[in-house]
């Protein structure tokens, strides 16, 4: 089992995911997930032994959340929609696919992605190889790109010449200067959405794990 944390604007890339989210997390995550997984089950929401293993949280407005992706488990749907709606005072639960839209500014269209490789400003900096490699290897991780940094600098670090070296760097990035940069986000694909409930607009608080 696994929490990994994540930024709000990779939320936005999840137009093709559906999950719940369970606001104002305050405590140990860990308990939370634990509670959630063991209430569900209870409910008989989570069948056959199945449990919300990668979970991610993150913040937003000051406040911690957690979202439960779809992904892999076995759901009875029409009770959850239920719990959803009886716990919302106590969990403020919404769907991954109403919290974007509705809090976030929406999810981004494939369309308004300008490529599939960051733009990393190296004209005009150092040539030096390593100072190329730590401005392209930052620019990946940035971007949320790590194991692509290591591999590139890995493979940089095992070329035969500068210019194969920066012949690798442009395969992860695209060599611009600073005036040129432009916003990156990596490819989607097309947004599936299912039936939602509307949500009260009130601000969810800081909550902390309940003794189960």
Same mark, same amino acid.
């Given at each position: ?42 409910? +008989? ?32 749907? +029409? ?134």
């Amino acid at each position: 089992m696994s929490i990994t944390h994540i930024e709000t604007d990779q939320l936005r890339e999840m137009s093709d995911k559906e999950g719940l989210i369970i606001q104002g997390c305050g405590g140990p995550l860990q308990e939370w997930v634990d509670g959630i997984n063991d209430m569900l089950t209870e409910s +008989g929401i989570l069948k056959n032994g199945s449990r919300f293993e990668d979970v991610y949280s993150f913040e937003h407005e000051n406040v911690t959340c957690l979202l439960f992706p779809f992904e892999d488990v076995d759901l009875h749907m +029409g009770k959850l929609a239920m719990w959803r709606l009886q716990t919302h005072k106590e969990f403020y639960g919404t769907w991954l696919s109403d919290y974007v839209p509705n809090r976030l500014g929406g999810f981004i269209d494939e369309s308004q992605y300008a490529t599939d490789k960051p733009d990393c400003a190296l004209i005009g900096e150092d040539g030096n190889i390593f100072n190329l490699i730590g401005i392209a290897s930052h620019t990946l991780k940035r971007c949320g790109l790590t194991d692509q940094a290591k591999e590139m600098s890995s493979r940089v670090m095992s070329s035969g010449s500068y210019s194969e070296a920066l012949g690798i760097i442009g395969e992860y990035v695209n060599i611009t200067d600073a005036e040129h940069v432009r916003e990156f986000r990596p490819s989607v694909v097309k947004k599936i959405k299912d039936t939602k409930v509307a949500e009260p607009s009130d601000q969810p608080k800081q909550h902390k794990p309940q003794e189960r």
